[in-house]
């Protein structure tokens, strides 16, 4: 048979069309798509309809290959949002290096929450998915205290340990009222709680 010539058998002494066998995909790249893929099936769907064959269609991959790359669903949802605080973080970090020295602390910080957090509707579900399952999950919780510890670091380059902490949890506090409440709290609010908070420039 010449190449690109249709296979064919015998069958009560006539020839039958064989189907060609499908190529096999080149993909190398499919574990790490697959943990991309998971964040947004996540994102789109929550933690709750979430699940192998959910992720693999979304991958356009085998169901075979979620346990073929993966020990279990909780790992790969682990390696996503790992993922995902990796790249919030990066963000964050990158936010705050770029404030100006000497800057408006107040104003910087109320800017991270207003157009940051508050207008980045994925990652806000992305982030209440992700706590939602750190309450059941130790994983995901050692995931979200990563997050933590970096978004503190970040904080920490423009004010004392202290005052970062206190930051850092009245930043995540201010975020999740003003993504639920019906009454949210203005720019102005939210500066002046930030500025009560990091108190006089020194």
């Known amino acids: 048979m010449l190449p690109g010539d249709a296979a064919t058998s015998l069958k009560d002494g006539e020839e039958v069309p064989v189907p060609a066998r499908r190529p096999r995909r080149h993909d190398p790249n499919r574990r790490d798509r697959i943990i991309d893929v998971t964040i947004e099936v996540i994102a789109e769907h929550g933690l709750a309809g979430t699940g192998h064959r959910s992720v693999a269609e979304a991958a356009d991959v085998p169901l075979g290959s979620m346990t073929y790359h993966f020990a279990s669903l909780d790992e790969l949802v682990e390696l996503a949002f790992s993922r995902y605080v990796s790249v919030l973080a990066d963000r964050f970090d990158a936010r705050l290096a770029a404030a100006p020295e000497g800057g408006d602390l107040a104003a910087i910080v109320t800017d991270v929450i207003m157009v940051d957090f508050l207008q980045a509707r994925r990652d806000l579900v992305l982030a209440y998915e992700l706590y939602l399952g750190a309450a059941r999950n130790p994983a995901l919780r050692e995931v979200t205290r990563t997050w933590m510890r970096r978004s503190r670091r970040a904080l ?39 500025a009560r908070v990091i108190g006089p420039a020194r």
Request: proline share 5%.
């Open 156 to 194: 920490e380059r423009l004010t004392d340990p202290a005052t970062a902490q206190v930051l850092d949890a009245l930043l995540e506090g201010l975020v999740l009222h003003n993504f639920l409440a019906t009454d949210p709290m203005t720019r102005e609010e939210v500066h002046r709680a930030v």
